[in-house]
Structure formats: C-alpha cells, structure tokens
C-alpha cells in the first residue's frame, strides 16, 4: 500500500505520478506505460482561459476581485456557480453578495458547496471549501451565522442542529 499526503491541490498529481513510477520499479512491473495524467484536464479546465475572471464581469457581473476568486477556484465550474447567484440589489456589482466585507467569498458558495462538493458541516465550508478559516480568523468569525443560516436552509437543519454547527465552526476557529 502507498500513501500519499501533504500535498496540495496544485502537487499531488506530480506526488501520484512520482509514487506510480517508484512502485513500478519497486516491484518490477515491466509491462507499466509511463504516467500520462499530465494531459488529463482537472474538472473545470476545459475552456478555461487567461481572461476568464473577466469573462465573468462581463457576462455575469461580478466584481473584478469575485470574479478572479471564482475562476482561480472553480474554473470554468464557476459558470455552474454564477447560473445560482443572486441580485446584489446594487448598482454594481450586479451579483455576488459578499459573506464578509474585503474578502471574496460570496453567499452562492456556500449553496454551491452544498449542492456540488457535498460540505455537510459549517467547518467543511469555512476550512475544506474555502479555507476562509485559514485565511482570516476574524473574518471566519463575521460570517459564521450567515454561512449557518445559508447551510441550514439547504439542509434542512432545524435549530438545534443549526447551533450545534455554529459551536462546533467556533471551536474550530478558537483553535487557530
């Protein structure tokens, strides 16, 4: 058995690529084809390009730091994102409705992560999704309700439950 860990998101496949090469010689396997997952496209890659953060002002209009958040972390998924988001109600920017001034998480994220990368958990969307918690503690802390009330509501959660995340997130937070 070979793990892998401490990665991140933007190493692992060269971390794969190394343990795949290492166990085939390892263990003689003679009939093994070289790695070629270098040419494979992660999901949200295709059609993505230089300009893509702008693509998305221009046809959604979100604002230019939303914007360029989005296409770093999602890819061309932030179309899916984007197709979810609310009215601002402003002037400009027309969508994205922020969870914490100065920074660029907005509220369709945390449906997004819910409905697309199964977050259960308050601290699953604050820490895994967006790493907020890692970021910025106090932050994390200013927006922790809503990111509750937002999860709540796609997931059914009654008051109890809803309080029992939010204290959890807290501790999580206090131990950084």
Wanted: hydrophobic share 40%; net charge negative.
């Amino acid at each position: 058995m070979v793990t892998i860990a401490g990665g991140k998101w933007t190493t692992y496949r060269k971390m794969a690529e190394d343990a795949v090469t290492a166990v085939t010689k390892e263990h003689g396997f003679s009939h093994a084809t070289p790695c070629n997952t270098s040419g494979v496209l992660v999901e949200g890659a295709d059609n993505y390009h230089h300009n893509f953060s702008i693509e998305l002002c221009q046809r959604y209009g979100f604002d230019s730091e939303v914007a360029e958040h989005l296409a770093h972390n999602y890819g061309t998924q932030a179309h899916e994102l984007a197709k979810m988001v609310q009215l601002t109600g402003k002037r400009w920017p027309l969508v994205g409705k922020r969870l914490v001034a100065d920074m660029p998480f907005i509220e369709t994220e945390v449906k997004y992560a819910v409905q697309y990368e199964y977050a259960c958990h308050v601290k699953d969307f604050i820490a895994r999704r967006t790493r907020l918690a890692f970021l910025n503690v106090q932050a994390t802390r200013e927006c922790l309700p809503r990111v509750a009330e937002l999860m709540a509501v796609e997931l059914g959660w009654n008051e109890e439950t809803l309080e029992a995340e939010i204290k959890d997130a807290e501790a999580l937070i206090a131990s950084m």
